[in-house]
Nanobody, 121 residues
Framework: QVQLVESGGGLVQAGDSLRLSCAAS????????MGWFRQAPGKERELVAA???????YHADSIKGRFIVSRDNAKNTVWLQMNSLRPEDTAVYSC???????????????WGQGTQVTVSS
């Protein structure tokens, strides 16, 4: 089993940057693909970025060029660097883990508790 704990959320102004961290424990971290999801009130949860154990990345079109996902297997940590934040980025951001690479909500087996990101205009 894997436990995931996100941190780094907060209240920022439009145009600011934040770096979210997800610390993993249990399991063998390097074998997991990791995803970052977000969910705003009244909206479906969406995948914003993902990274395989070997470092192959995916970034959703809505954030591509602004957000970057990365990981350090030696530190059991995955990050989401968020730049040029916009009010529409406001959401609860969660990290998740899976052994596969299907990039679907249903394929992720382990989830963190989420961290709130609020971007004011």
């Amino acid at each position: 089993q894997v436990q995931l704990v996100e941190s780094g959320g907060g209240l920022v102004q439009a145009g600011d940057s934040l770096r979210l961290s997800c610390a993993a424990s249990g399991g063998i971290f390097s074998r997991y693909s990791m995803g970052w999801f977000r969910q705003a009130p009244g909206k479906e949860r969406e995948l914003v970025a993902a990274i395989t154990g070997g470092g192959i990345t995916y970034h959703a079109d809505s954030i591509k060029g602004r957000f970057i996902v990365s990981r350090d297997n030696a530190k059991n940590t995955v990050w989401l660097q968020m730049n040029s934040l916009r009010p529409e980025d406001t959401a609860v951001y969660s990290c998740a883990a899976q052994y596969g690479t299907s990039w679907r909500v249903s394929t992720f087996d382990y989830w963190g508790q989420g961290t709130q990101v609020t971007v004011s205009s």
